[in-house]
């Protein structure tokens, strides 16, 4: 019964290379993003689809491809993978509207190295 | 201009001690959400209290509670009775209503350490 759920949790790869992590989410949820936290810890927007649609777009590299088949699925596609890239990738969901108590969830992140 | 401000990297305290987290933010939509969230080693992202704007009383949740001073425009944590486990990363975020009503922006962080 978890509520957002990524896969994978850890992910290893050689720079150059491209791969995707998925996210899923049972909360009914119309809202999804996708957040990157470095070494730092800080926590940094990339993207947010709502209903399917992209809604905020941050300044990431064009390498990044969301997409979003349903209101359910958030994934994330990254091409030609470098070592700046190597980072935890949160995906998070939320109920959209103009209530303010609208909590993001957050899936458990996965865990990207690029060697 | 950060929306979030979370001046403290890293503090200690001492096991049943209260400990205050300081978070200050910048927005000038009248409408908004704060939102603290807990950060454990093991890196997940916990969801631990909520203040909304035009609530007139402090949120509360067990030994969290939250200090809004909206004038200051001020969210600070409060833990009381600080236990082992409380030690983790503790972000403070805000979700405004009028403008990007679907974005969340997070400070960067306090580590908190509980001694024993």
């Known amino acids: 019964d978890t509520a957002v759920s990524q896969t994978p949790k850890y992910l290893v790869t050689q720079m150059g290379n491209d791969k995707s992590i998925k996210c899923e989410q049972n909360?009914?949820?119309?809202?999804m993003y996708w957040y990157k936290q470095d070494s730092k810890k800080f926590l940094k927007i990339m993207f947010s689809?709502?209903?399917?649609?992209?809604?905020i777009n941050e300044t990431v590299p064009n390498r990044f491809s969301p997409k979003s088949p349903d209101k359910a699925h958030l994934n994330l596609h990254i091409n030609s993978l470098e070592l700046g890239d190597s980072a935890v990738y949160f995906c998070?969901?939320?109920?959209?509207?103009?209530?303010?108590?609208?909590?993001?969830?957050f899936g458990p992140g996965t865990r990207l190295t690029v060697l | 201009a950060q929306k979030i401000t979370q001046t403290q990297p890293g503090m200690f305290v001492q096991e049943k001690e209260a400990v205050t987290l300081d978070c200050t933010y910048d927005?000038?939509?009248?409408?908004?959400?704060l939102f603290w969230y807990k950060q454990p080693s093991s890196g997940e992202m916990i969801f631990l209290i909520y203040?909304?704007?035009?609530?007139?009383q402090n949120a509360t949740e067990g030994r969290y509670s939250l200090n809004f001073q909206k004038a200051r425009k001020s969210a600070n944590l409060v833990i009381s009775a600080s236990q082992l486990g409380d030690s983790a990363m503790y972000f403070c975020?805000?979700?405004?209503?009028?403008?990007?009503?679907?974005?969340?922006?997070f400070g960067s962080g306090t580590k908190l350490n509980v001694k024993p």
């Open positions: 975020a805000m979700r405004e209503l009028l403008y990007n009503f679907n974005k969340f922006y």
């Open positions: 689809y709502n209903n399917k649609e992209l809604i």
């Open positions: 927005t000038s939509d009248p409408s908004y959400g």
């Open positions: 998070a969901s939320s109920r959209s509207g103009r209530s303010s108590y609208n909590e993001q969830f």
């Open positions: 203040q909304g704007s035009y609530d007139q």
């Open positions: 909360l009914g949820h119309d809202t």
